[in-house]
């Protein structure tokens, strides 16, 4: 018995990607009105391992510029997030994703007219991720996502919206 068999995990496609795009972000206290929407903007590099045809598992590694309007001025928060996700495919194209995330925050600062300041903020974050993906993940695809903070990183949780397009770099 010379032949070798195939493995089943070497029948999974892999693609990995670069992704860039805007977000729009913003802190939410509790039980108050969340501050006004700061915009932003992310890039990373994404991996998905297909698990079947109809599920895939999604980890990525990305910077995120983050932050909210707070009394006149601009809160501005620089994260390293790297999202863990599930995306399941409801039609050829089109995928629906959820998962975690988690962030360590690489620096902060609060401009306000011409003073700035380096507020006193946790340095990790973390929280849950859905959304939605259209295109091919062999070529390019766009998505839009919430990440859902859960972690009070100054008397607030994050919460951002991101517009994304990614270019598959490798497909295997």
Not at 34 to 56: K, P, R, S
Not at 104 to 128: H, I, V
Request: aromatic share 10%; net charge positive; with cysteine.
């Amino acid at each position: 018995m010379a032949q070798e068999q195939a493995s089943p995990s070497s029948d999974k496609r892999k693609y990995t990607s670069i992704k860039i795009g805007p977000s729009l972000t913003t802190l939410a206290p509790k039980e108050e009105p969340w501050f006004g929407g700061q915009i932003g903007v992310h890039a990373g590099i994404t991996y998905l391992t297909m698990e079947n045809d109809w599920l895939g598992i999604q980890m990525e590694a990305q910077y995120s510029l983050q932050g909210a309007k707070i009394d006149r001025g601009h809160l501005l928060l620089h994260y390293f997030n790297v999202p863990l996700l599930a995306k399941a495919f409801i039609a050829p194209r089109v995928s629906l994703q959820g998962g975690g995330y988690a962030g360590l925050l690489l620096s902060e600062r609060y401009e306000f007219e011409a003073y700035s300041s380096r507020p006193n903020m946790k340095g990790s974050d973390y929280g849950l991720a859905y959304g939605i993906t259209f295109g091919d993940e062999a070529k390019l695809t766009g998505s839009l996502r919430h990440q859902v903070g859960l972690a009070k990183v100054i008397d607030a949780k994050n919460q951002v919206f991101q517009l994304s397009l990614s270019y598959c770099i490798s497909s295997k």
